[in-house]
């Protein structure tokens, strides 16, 4: 599990690299592939999986039945990084790219670190426009902090100018270009480039830490290590899912921008991808209501774990640890889409798996940020559970968490598509 964990963290250094890897794992699993622009034809039995933009996924089992209800995993693909404007320009000497920021994150640690370039790009060819993935898989450029001779109180706090402080510098003056290089690694010349989405990556390998090996380190650990390790879950269970139950598993996008991207959590994506399941399937005027009153989702994305540094920045009555299990996510103002309801449910699938589960809550006078789930709450009504696995360093540009936790997140989600989960109505379930 700790390889395929370091596997998917390893390859999906953008969005585009991460549905990729997720899709090589479907194919080998026996999933198979549909366009969102064909017409489906699902067998019970067998399960499918699409993209959206290259950056989402939703991957499905047909149940042997009439579908009762669906159980749902999100979690999301995109992290803090920075988006290439535009190709070399020179200054003083050096070329230099321009770079925007890409959520929130913090900025001093990208900076003095080895990077590279990725992402996607569109090519014209004789057939139309092609979309190919790029990973220039070595050292290649780096943001230089300023010398601390030339400020002097950096060490006393510093507040970053993106367009000053962050802009990284790629060569000398007569360095090949960006666009010399894609054309280099992808066979092309410059006019067959129409387009391309790409980003600043980290060098950084995952690397595991501690005493023991209890703690590992990696870029891009919130979100794709709950993305890796539901997938883990969902594809150990799906075949020994309830016969009437469809299991779904979710990657989106954009998660850190907000999620109203056609591919991210607040768009029509996951409503359109359960209304053409339907559709492709004898099933009757009420199906979908009763499927949907049937139904349960787990909104999987990562949680602050306690810093022993800055213990205070946590709630005293929820500390969360590193390797304390999967963490159980609650806001009053319902950020979190987790209530007694649905944590008192998810709390008993991992009872019966043998789980450990922790909480979180933010202090009281600190808000807490949004996920997948209440904005997903908008077009799919089901309950859900915020869950996540407790991390330190969140939107840094590596990341520290631990591999009991990861563990215990395959578990419970392989158990969270086996049960056999029925509402009886009045906040009443059946639960084998």
């Known amino acids: 599990m700790i390889d395929d964990l370091f596997e998917f963290l390893r390859e999906g250094v953008t969005p585009y690299h991460a549905a990729a890897t997720a899709a090589d794992w479907l194919d080998a699993a026996g999933f198979t592939r549909l366009e969102e ?41 995109d992290a803090p990084g920075w988006k290439i404007k535009a190709d070399t320009v020179t200054n003083d000497g050096c070329r230099r790219l321009s770079v925007e920021g890409y959520g929130g994150m913090n900025m001093a640690t ?24 790029v990973h220039f898989d070595r050292d290649l450029l780096v943001i230089p902090s300023l010398a601390i001779h030339m ?6 706090g510093r507040e970053y100018n993106p367009q000053i402080d962050m802009q990284p510098v790629w060569g000398p003056a007569d360095a090949p270009t960006l666009t010399d ?22 060098r950084q390998e995952p690397a595991v830490i501690g005493p023991k090996g209890e703690w590992f380190m990696a870029p891009r650990i919130d ?17 020994d899912t309830d016969s009437a139950c469809a299991p779904l598993w979710l990657m989106l996008d954009n998660e850190e921008v907000g999620s109203s991207s056609r591919q991210g959590a607040a ?88 789980v450990p589960v922790q909480v979180f809550t933010n202090r009281a006078d600190e808000p807490g940020g949004s996920t997948l789930g ?9 309950p859900m559970a915020d869950i996540g696995l407790a991390q330190l360093a969140m939107h840094s540009a590596v990341e520290t968490a631990a591999l009991a936790d990861a563990e215990a997140m395959v578990r419970a989600v392989a158990a969270f598509y086996r049960v056999h989960l029925r509402a009886l109505g009045d906040g009443a379930y059946t639960l084998e």
């Open 374 to 382: 209440n904005l997903l709450s908008h077009t799919v009504p089901v």
């Open 110 to 133: 990208w900076l003095d670190r080895p990077l590279t370039v990725a992402g996607r790009v569109l090519l014209r060819t004789e057939d139309g426009v092609e979309t190919r993935l």
């Open 181 to 202: 290089l894609l054309c280099e690694e992808l066979g092309v010349q410059p006019e067959d480039i129409l387009d391309r989405d790409l980003m600043l990556v980290t």
């Open 151 to 156: 400020q002097r109180d950096v060490n006393k």
């Open 223 to 239: 979100d794709l290590e709950c993305a890796a390790t539901t997938l883990l879950g969902f594809i150990d269970a799906a075949a």
């Open 37 to 77: 622009a064909d017409y489906w034809n699902l067998e019970p039995g067998r399960g499918y999986y699409i993209l959206r933009n290259g950056s989402a996924v939703a991957a499905w089992r047909v149940p042997g039945h009439a579908i009762g209800g669906w159980r749902i995993t999100a979690s999301h693909s």
């Open 267 to 354: 768009s029509s994506f996951v409503r359109d991808v359960l209304d053409r399941i339907l559709a492709s399937i004898p099933h009757s005027a009420q199906m979908e209501y009763r499927a949907l009153a049937n139904s349960f989702l787990l909104s999987a994305d990562n949680g602050h774990a306690t810093h022993p540094n800055f213990a205070a920045k946590s709630d005293p009555a929820a500390p969360v640890r590193l390797g304390g299990g999967v963490v159980l996510k609650y806001n009053a103002s319902q950020k979190y889409t987790t209530n007694a309801l649905s944590g008192g449910i998810f709390r008993a699938i991992c009872q019966k798996a043998g």
